[in-house]
């Protein structure tokens, strides 16, 4: 067994070498191409805990839609004093011109990625909702289909849910939301970006059009998808993977060149869905996870099935004063941060570095949360031709169209480094299959 672990290993590895499956980084000012290394060692989620987890993810992501929709409309949960007006606004994801617009079957987060970890006694913790361009489901598909080839036998053999059918989920949301039945695009800003060669996967997979700024354009508040000979092909939905403020240089970022000019107004007119909606990034705001196990029992009038980890908002007085008190054991995140960076450890902070981050959070309190360190489970891992435990989380995927499903897989990711907790692909961490059992 072992023996032909460190085949699959290397196998797999040279395939997605051979199919060019890499993320994209920039450091320094440069960017970088690398292979997101592969462990053949699968995580293993009983039947009994996913059912436990599914009906959690379903009722997190039904009721982030439910505020997102009343955040940018009524506004019922700042009404009721719930979460603080001054809150909402000064989130960097908030977007103003978003203000009273209903995206089509008024569905916000088509495709919702849930990061998770798991507690040694078992118990699992939401650690992020991202909730405008959640990429990594490529990885998952990709590495279980060459591990089919590699190793047939391991799958005829083993009672786990196939995760061939992700572009057909993904797919049939776009079909849901689809404008006068045109064409289907998944837009993309092109291949220096980190996640462009799940784009181009994706958009195979589910026979969509790959879709570059260029190939679109906005014509009587339409949008239009220029093919061969001047053509015009009418697009309905949009799956883009650009953020919010590069997608329309008219209407946000006027330096953009990745975006599609007027395209926002298109969009406020009902006449394209655009997945996920503008504007979701209020949302996955890291202060406004706060606030979710709250508007599950507002929206839904139910009691949260999935917990936070414990989250102290500084933007709180008495919050404030627990965080300050105990910098050394918390970790600190910078709210507008995301893939890893902006975390702090106080355990790994010098004095001096712990007053910079006291003196920070005094001045702009609303740009930090701290939380409890989860000592979440390691997972073992091949290390060269040895076997290791490393700490590991799961981004889970939940689409959302007619009714809400999670995807029965997810991207386990693994930390390489034996003293870290952050396990971020941008981070120098590797990925591994997902095995969600049938029974």
Same mark, same amino acid.
């Given at each position: 067994?072992?023996?032909?672990?460190?085949?699959?290993?290397?196998?797999?590895?040279?395939?997605?070498?051979?199919? %060019?499956?890499?993320?994209?980084?920039?450091?320094?000012?440069?960017?970088?191409?690398?292979?997101?290394?592969?462990?053949?060692? #699968?995580?293993?989620?009983?039947?009994?805990?996913?059912?436990?987890?599914?009906?959690?993810?379903?009722?997190?992501?039904?009721?982030?839609?439910?505020?997102?929709?009343?955040?940018?409309?009524?506004?019922?949960?700042?009404?009721?004093?719930?979460?603080?007006?001054?809150?909402?606004?000064?989130?960097?994801?908030?977007?103003?011109?978003?203000?009273?617009?209903?995206?089509?079957?008024?569905?916000?987060?088509?495709?919702?990625?849930?990061?998770?970890?798991?507690?040694?006694?078992?118990?699992?913790?939401?650690?992020?909702?991202?909730?405008?361009? #959640?990429?990594?489901?490529?990885? #998952?598909?990709?590495?279980?289909?060459?591990?089919?080839?590699?190793?047939?036998?391991?799958?005829?053999?083993?009672?786990?849910?196939?995760?061939?059918?992700?572009?057909?989920?993904?797919?049939?949301?776009?079909?849901?939301?689809?404008?006068?039945?045109?064409?289907?695009?998944?837009?993309? #800003?092109?291949?220096?970006?980190?996640?462009?060669?799940?784009?181009?996967?994706?958009?195979?997979?589910?026979?969509?059009?790959?879709?570059?700024?260029?190939?679109?354009?906005?014509?009587?508040?339409?949008?239009?998808?220029?093919?061969?000979?001047?053509?015009?092909?009418?697009?309905?939905?949009?799956?883009?993977?650009?953020?919010?403020?590069?997608?329309?240089?008219?209407?946000?970022?006027?330096?953009?060149?990745?975006?599609?000019?007027?395209?926002?107004?298109?969009?406020?007119?009902?006449?394209?869905?655009?997945?996920?909606?503008?504007?979701?990034?209020?949302?996955?705001?890291?202060?406004?996870?706060?606030?979710?196990?709250?508007?599950?029992?507002?929206?839904?009038?139910?009691?949260?099935?999935?917990?936070?980890?414990?989250?102290?908002?500084?933007?709180?007085?008495?919050?404030?004063?627990?965080?300050?008190?105990?910098?050394?054991?918390?970790?600190?995140?910078?709210?507008?941060?995301? %893939?890893?960076? %902006?975390?702090?450890?106080?355990?790994?902070?010098?004095?001096?570095?712990?007053?910079?981050?006291?003196?920070?959070?005094?001045?702009?309190?609303?740009?930090?949360?701290?939380?409890?360190?989860?000592?979440?489970?390691?997972?073992?891992?091949?290390?060269?031709?040895?076997?290791?435990?490393?700490?590991?989380?799961?981004?889970?995927?939940?689409?959302?169209?007619?009714?809400?499903?999670?995807?029965?897989?997810?991207?386990?990711?693994?930390?390489?480094?034996?003293?870290?907790?952050?396990?971020?692909?941008?981070?120098?961490?590797?990925?591994?299959?997902?095995?969600?059992?049938?029974?």
């Amino acid at each position: 067994m072992y023996n032909l672990l460190v085949k699959q290993k290397d196998a797999v590895n040279k395939w997605m070498e051979r199919f %060019g499956v890499r993320f994209g980084i920039y450091k320094n000012g440069v960017f970088k191409e690398q292979i997101f290394p592969f462990d053949p060692i #699968p995580r293993v989620i009983t039947h009994q805990d996913w059912t436990a987890l599914e009906k959690g993810l379903i009722q997190r992501v039904n009721a982030l839609n439910r505020f997102l929709q009343d955040i940018y409309t009524e506004k019922r949960i700042v009404k009721a004093g719930i979460i603080p007006e001054e809150f909402i606004y000064s989130s960097k994801g908030y977007l103003a011109p978003c203000e009273g617009v209903v995206p089509c079957k008024n569905i916000f987060a088509h495709i919702a990625g849930i990061d998770l970890v798991q507690a040694k006694d078992g118990s699992w913790f939401v650690l992020e909702d991202n909730l405008r361009v #959640p990429s990594g489901a490529s990885y #998952p598909m990709i590495a279980r289909n060459i591990s089919r080839k590699v190793s047939p036998e391991t799958f005829t053999s083993s009672n786990v849910f196939d995760n061939r059918n992700y572009s057909s989920l993904l797919r049939k949301a776009m079909d849901y939301v689809n404008v006068e039945d045109g064409l289907q695009v998944i837009l993309t #800003p092109g291949r220096y970006n980190s996640a462009y060669f799940e784009h181009s996967y994706l958009a195979e997979k589910a026979g969509v059009l790959l879709a570059y700024a260029n190939d679109l354009i906005v014509e009587n508040d339409k949008v239009y998808y220029k093919g061969l000979f001047s053509e015009r092909h009418r697009v309905g939905v949009i799956y883009r993977r650009i953020s919010d403020e590069y997608l329309d240089p008219l209407a946000f970022e006027s330096s953009s060149l990745l975006g599609v000019p007027n395209l926002m107004r298109a969009y406020a007119k009902g006449n394209v869905a655009i997945m996920n909606a503008l504007g979701n990034g209020v949302a996955d705001d890291k202060g406004i996870y706060y606030f979710v196990p709250k508007m599950v029992e507002f929206y839904l009038n139910e009691k949260p099935i999935l917990k936070n980890a414990p989250t102290y908002l500084p933007y709180f007085e008495e919050d404030k004063k627990y965080v300050l008190a105990n910098l050394k054991k918390l970790v600190i995140k910078d709210v507008a941060e995301a %893939g890893g960076y %902006g975390v702090m450890f106080g355990k790994d902070m010098d004095e001096q570095a712990l007053e910079n981050i006291k003196q920070l959070i005094h001045t702009d309190s609303r740009r930090w949360i701290a939380q409890e360190v989860i000592d979440f489970i390691d997972l073992e891992i091949m290390e060269g031709e040895e076997r290791v435990m490393r700490k590991a989380d799961l981004r889970v995927y939940v689409i959302s169209e007619e009714t809400t499903h999670v995807w029965r897989s997810g991207l386990t990711r693994f930390t390489r480094d034996p003293t870290s907790f952050i396990v971020n692909s941008s981070q120098g961490g590797g990925f591994k299959d997902t095995w969600v059992m049938k029974k």
